[in-house]
């Protein structure tokens, strides 16, 4: 009979070993933390992205798809909808009608979609293959049914 190979690494080793990445990982969120704490915006809070609401039944917003957003106090390259990241806060109803103009002021074509909306696929709703060429606009109309139930979308 022949003994048993001696293994790689000792089981006291990989016990140490993982012991080590766990305060690794605690000293690496606690850094991160405090770094976000002291941001170059002097600790101010991320603003709220502006609400706009459905008055009377209807929803009328402009959407400008753009590279440039203000993101904790720094101008960015980053995209999003009227200088923001993210868009604004859409609050609607049910019964509602939502008018969107999206303007494309993106290198590359675009669309809007809505996620968990229950509004029709086709026209100028929410229709996927729908295409929103770089510098032009399009109107979007989302009618929100009656029995929509109440969420975030």
Do not use: C
């Amino acid at each position: 009979m022949t003994p048993d190979p001696q293994p790689l690494v000792s089981r006291r080793a990989v016990v140490a070993a993982g012991g080590l990445g766990a305060a690794a990982l605690a000293v690496g969120a606690w850094g991160t933390w405090q770094a976000v704490g002291r941001s170059s915006t002097g600790g101010a809070s991320f603003a709220e992205p502006p609400v706009r609401r459905s008055a009377d039944g209807l929803l009328d917003v402009v959407l400008e798809a753009a590279p440039g957003v203000t993101l904790a106090g720094r101008s960015t390259h980053a995209l999003g909808y009227n200088g923001h990241s993210p868009g604004p806060t859409l609050v609607v109803r049910p019964g509602d009608l939502v008018r969107v103009t999206l303007r494309n002021r993106l290198d590359q074509a675009t669309n809007l979609r809505t996620h968990g909306l229950h509004v029709s696929p086709t026209g100028k709703s929410d229709n996927v293959f729908r295409v929103v060429v770089p510098g032009t606009d399009t109107d979007y109309e989302y009618r929100i049914p009656d029995d929509h139930p109440t969420g975030t979308f």
